[in-house]
């Protein structure tokens, strides 16, 4: 019984040390790689011309950048009421501006330098003649009588003071901000101002027109101004002004099929490869018409944009780029990169310090 009991040791003894190495050498050789990316998304512009025609064939459809459709246009006059927002310093004679009042029943002219009394005692003078009608008001810029001895007027009534005492109460002067010799900031009429009220108003115009159709929702509208009309001009010191426009706005009524197949066969011309195109949306392609003079065809300019994230099959995560990098060096060629917007790689067994020399044993993931 010992000897067996011997031999039976030896066996198991064996058994655990065969055992022991050849998990040693399964850890010494094993080695696997996880690298797991969040991709960035890159944002693709594409512009082309493309021909909107009354009839086109399958040959044009395949080959051109053609589409069965017409223009529809409809005439729209808008106006509104914009605020300035442009502002600029003044230093100058003038005080401030003044609204001649006429509450009598009859017309009323006051001369150029018509005086003006404010209830302080300052007196300033008008820069020119006006007439005011019966019931009807006038603005007049108005200056010191005496600039040396001038201070601020508040906002409020002034007194003409050589109108006969019994229309004094019915013709006078109003201030509705403060007559100051001081460098001032006041408003004036930019192009900014005149461009933003524009938009707005055609906006406003083909919201309403939207409204008007049944589909108005799921179309393209582009708008031509005809003619503007501005209550004041560029450069004018003024704190509002009223806009009236005559617009054209008309819309592409194209074959959505057709359209789709195009705007497909224009991304695939991209040389795209190795980035996953997420689906195409008509309602983010917008047209401007280039020429509309061709008879039974228009030509338009189409522009869309789109998102594509790269995918595994891109040359950049080709993984023989990867493979025996060492961990920070893999990490960092990966995160330096525009197509990617975080990267981590994950090496087992955790002492090793490389990925391993087959790039076929590293399995990359993309979020």
Sequence with gaps: MPRVNLYRNISLSFIVFTVILVLAVFLLFYSSTSVIIVSEEQNINLSFNMEVKSEVDQAQLAEKNVVKGSLVSWDREVVGDFVVLGTKTVSS????????VNNSGRGQTLLKTTQLQSASGVIVRTNRQVTIPAGGQAI????????????????????????????????????????????????????????RAQKELATMAIEELKDE?????????????????????????????????????????????????????????????????GSLNLRDVSFAVVDENFGDSVLVEVDYSFKVKINTDHSFL??????????????????????????NVYVSPYWKKSLPKDG????????
């Design 93 to 100: 004679e003038f005080v401030g501006k003044v609204t001649i």
């Design 360 to 367: 076929d044993k590293i399995e990359i993931v993309i979020h």
């Design 140 to 195: 007049v810029d108005v200056y010191p009588k005496d600039p040396a001895s001038f201070i601020n007027v508040d906002p409020g009534n002034l007194k003409i003071i050589k109108l006969s005492v019994n229309l004094q109460d019915k013709i006078y002067g109003v201030s509705n901000s403060q007559l100051t010799n001081d460098p001032r900031e006041v408003g004036v009429l930019l192009a900014s101002d005149a461009s």
């Design 213 to 277: 159709l049944s589909d108005g929702a799921d179309k393209n509208f582009i708008y031509e101004v005809v003619s503007s009309q501005m209550s004041a001009n560029l450069g004018d010191e003024v704190n509002s002004f009223n806009l009236a426009l005559k617009l054209n706005i008309k819309t592409l009524e194209v074959d959505q099929g057709q359209l789709f197949s195009l705007l497909n066969r224009k991304v695939g011309q991209q040389g795209l490869e190795g980035f996953d195109i």
């Design 318 to 343: 080709d993984r023989d780029n990867l493979a025996n990098k060492t961990v920070d060096e893999a990490t960092w060629y990966l995160n330096d990169s525009s197509l990617v917007k975080e990267a």
